[in-house]
């Protein structure tokens, strides 16, 4: 699976470089289960099957590394990172809390300015080829609806708790399920924004951060 240049079989875009491309290998690797929770990454072994040299893999691992997919240790090398179910149970409590608080204030203020952004992303989400932008694009949708409750320490700290549960958001919609619900469910919570329907968007919303975790969980105990 060799590598030229920026190009690559895989047919991810030219543009990106080769350690981005690599990056992304490795990822879907962990994510479908090839590369499983505490496999050491044969650093030499993987560069020649890519047909990389070592720097882009080095770049591209510590790039897994600041996502949480790898750890990495002077003496051990690269390590999938394992998955942990107290981990997301805890960061999902915070997320209701924080999240339906955000809805409840947001909502009274929200522009029509605001409804077409989120029009915008559902629009995106339901690309075929959504799966390398999915965290990027479920962080901006509930930015977005939660940008006029006018919190942006909070919305800051959410940003923070968002990026460490990305990496568990893209395990559950590696599977169809998990990505059919996610969206019906966004579809649903933007219909309720475009009704200003305070109530019923904060129910829906407890709901869906509920389920999500309920999906994780269950996977992460199924690998």
Not at 101 to 108: K, N, S, T, V
Request: charged fraction near 30%; hydrophobic fraction near 40%.
């Amino acid at each position: 699976m060799a590598m030229k240049g920026e190009a690559m079989d895989s047919g991810l875009p030219v543009k990106r470089t080769i350690a981005d491309q690599v990056a992304e290998l490795v990822r879907q690797r962990i994510l479908t289960g090839q590369l499983k929770g505490g496999q050491p990454i044969r650093q030499e072994h993987l560069a020649t099957e890519l047909g990389v040299s070592r720097i882009p893999l080095r770049e591209a691992l510590k790039q897994l590394a600041a996502e949480g997919f790898v750890t990495i240790a002077s003496h051990k090398g690269a390590v999938v990172a394992e998955l942990s179910v107290e981990e997301v149970e805890e960061l999902f409590d915070l997320r209701l809390r924080l999240e339906t608080w955000l809805m409840e204030l947001a909502m009274p203020a929200m522009s029509d300015a605001q409804i077409a952004e989120l029009e915008a992303n559902l629009e995106e989400q339901r690309r075929p080829d959504v799966l390398p932008r999915w965290g990027e694009l479920n962080w901006q949708l509930h930015e977005t609806m939660y940008q006029p409750a006018d919190r942006p320490i909070t919305l800051k700290l959410l940003k923070n708790i968002h990026d460490k549960i990305d990496r568990y958001l893209r395990l559950e919609i590696t599977m169809r399920q998990g990505r059919d619900r996610g969206l019906a469910e966004h579809e649903a919570l933007v219909d309720c924004c475009r009704r200003r329907d305070t109530k019923a968007a904060v129910a829906l919303l407890d709901r869906h951060i509920r389920e999500t975790a309920r999906g994780l969980i269950a996977a992460l105990r199924g690998r």
